[in-house]
């Protein structure tokens, strides 16, 4: 079949969502971390209460991404200008979202519980709506890169691993920025700095530097090709393409039925203080989870050409399970000292990333193939809403995942320190304990959870073969009759 891009789109598209994921990967944990620890320190505001309302901070700010998945997604769809209906998105958008980024992390001097808590709830909640303005057209992109859905499939994985690894960067970027300072400031007022969240205000400006060249790089050098319908249809017809069509649903499920797997990253920066032995061991922490991601979605590429892509879900799935449930069991037998646990965790830390380059990648070939059905069954091209569907539930899924993870952390008895120039406070046993399980067993559960819905996924094999062949044959006709005309 024919190949339509040039070889340096694939990787611009990649870079493009390296830069995404090097911002929106960062920013929730970080936030979390920011505002729990390093926000209001040295004021007159219970540092206790503001743990127990950030469940609710980050719940919000989940269904207002959510809202914002299925309002942009629509307003995709009805976009023509002379970049196409997707380009201009983030393009243009990028700005905006650098701004309040930065804004996220310049709290307000006051000691105010009331104004505090009004602050965390707006300032979250407009991050969240100017990132699914950026996020959600990316990655519909590639979609409509290519009417070749072989090549569709490896420009997307080749991409898909590009943000894998953005969204690991921020892990980087930390420790570096730490380190200068502490060139820069000498050790002493470096933990000053530390003790007041400094190294992560520098690191946030670092990933929104990032994110708005790599974002500059992928809107100069690609563009769009699949041709778009342009019938204008209303909000209402197009979320019943959406929500009605069976196999776009189910794939769109697996987010809501596996929303607490993504609760590790919680108290992952727990896990490299107290586990481990140092905030800076985070990136050994997820870097081998990263590098275990990115080599899992090789790997994924691979069986996607020998299995349909339900059957690779299901096995990754499977095998998610069983290595999370491994990491606790040898962890529990080795003890929590970072001495002899370090190596042990991080090693199999890598096997628990290989899981995360099957969620990371075939969805993302699945949806495409979605909106090619809903084309073939109406006639009308869906990239946005059709993206949003999924990215609606990924957003409900992620409120639930930001609500749920600091209720566990209060669950686990955790203690934020309320001295200026110590960061993190000692912590019980048991704690540990539960801070692991939340790491670790808990997402399993999710993970098998996460798998349900594609036991009734069918958009493979001939099903597909036919799909594909009867739009091209439609296209050609189309095109055909222009020409005539």
Not at 135 to 143: I, L, Q, R, T, W
Not at 216 to 223: C, L
Not at 407 to 421: C, E, H, M, P, Q
């Amino acid at each position: 079949m024919k190949k339509y891009m040039k070889k340096s789109e694939v990787w611009t598209y990649g870079i493009g969502l390296f830069g995404i994921a090097l911002l929106t990967g960062w920013m929730p944990d970080y936030t979390y971390t920011f505002f729990n620890d390093f926000a209001f320190k040295g004021t007159d505001i219970d540092p206790e209460s503001i743990t127990r309302i950030l469940a609710y901070v980050f719940g919000v700010a989940g269904f207002v991404g959510a809202a914002c998945e299925l309002i942009i997604g629509f307003l995709v769809d009805r976009t023509r200008t002379k970049w196409g209906k997707i380009r201009p998105w983030f393009g243009f958008g990028v700005i905006p979202l650098a701004l309040v980024s930065m804004f996220v992390f310049i709290a307000p001097k006051t000691n105010s519980y009331t104004a505090a808590v009004v602050w965390m709830f707006v300032i979250y909640a407009l991050y969240t709506a100017f990132s699914c303005a950026v996020e959600s057209p990316s990655n519909c992109f590639g979609a409509c890169c290519t009417p070749n859905p072989t090549e569709r499939s490896d420009a997307i994985s080749i991409a898909s691993i590009f943000r894998s690894v953005g969204q690991s960067g921020g892990m980087v970027v930390l420790p570096v920025v730490g380190a200068i300072m502490k060139l820069a400031l000498g050790e002493q007022q470096y933990k000053t700095a530390e003790g007041q969240g400094l190294d992560l205000m520098f690191s946030t400006a670092v990933c929104v530097l990032g994110c708005v060249l790599f974002i500059m790089i992928f809107f100069v050098n690609n563009r769009e090709r699949v041709p778009y319908t342009e019938e204008k249809v209303s909000l209402k017809e197009s979320l019943k393409f959406v929500f009605t069509n069976k196999n776009l649903l189910m794939v769109s499920l697996t987010k809501f039925t596996g929303f607490g797997r993504g609760v590790y990253s919680t108290v992952s920066l727990y896990i490299a203080v107290y586990l481990l032995g140092s905030k800076d061991l985070k990136i050994g922490l997820l870097l081998p989870m990263g590098v275990g991601t990115a080599v899992g979605m090789l790997v994924v590429k691979k069986l996607l050409k020998m299995w349909d892509t339900r059957k690779v879900y299901i096995v990754c799935c499977l095998y998610g399970a069983a290595i999370l449930g491994v990491l606790y069991i040898v962890s529990k037998i080795i003890g929590f000292n970072p001495s002899t646990l370090m190596i042990p965790f991080l090693i199999i830390n890598f096997f628990v990333g290989l899981q995360h380059g099957n969620t990371n990648l075939t969805p993302n070939v699945m949806i495409a193939d979605c909106v090619d059905e809903i084309e073939w069954k109406t006639g009308k091209r869906q990239e946005g809403l059709c993206y949003a569907g999924y990215g609606f539930f990924s957003k409900v899924a992620a409120a639930l995942t930001k609500s749920f993870g600091p209720a566990l952390v209060v669950w686990s008895g955790y203690k934020v320190s309320t001295n200026i120039n110590v960061a993190y406070a000692t912590q019980t046993d048991d704690t540990l304990n539960k801070l692991l399980m939340i790491y670790t067993l808990i997402p399993a559960i999710f993970v098998i959870g996460q798998m349900l819905p594609i036991l009734f996924y069918d958009l493979t094999g001939k099903k597909k073969d036919m799909i594909t062949k009867e739009l091209q044959e439609r296209r050609a006709a189309e095109l055909s009759d222009e020409k005539e005309a």
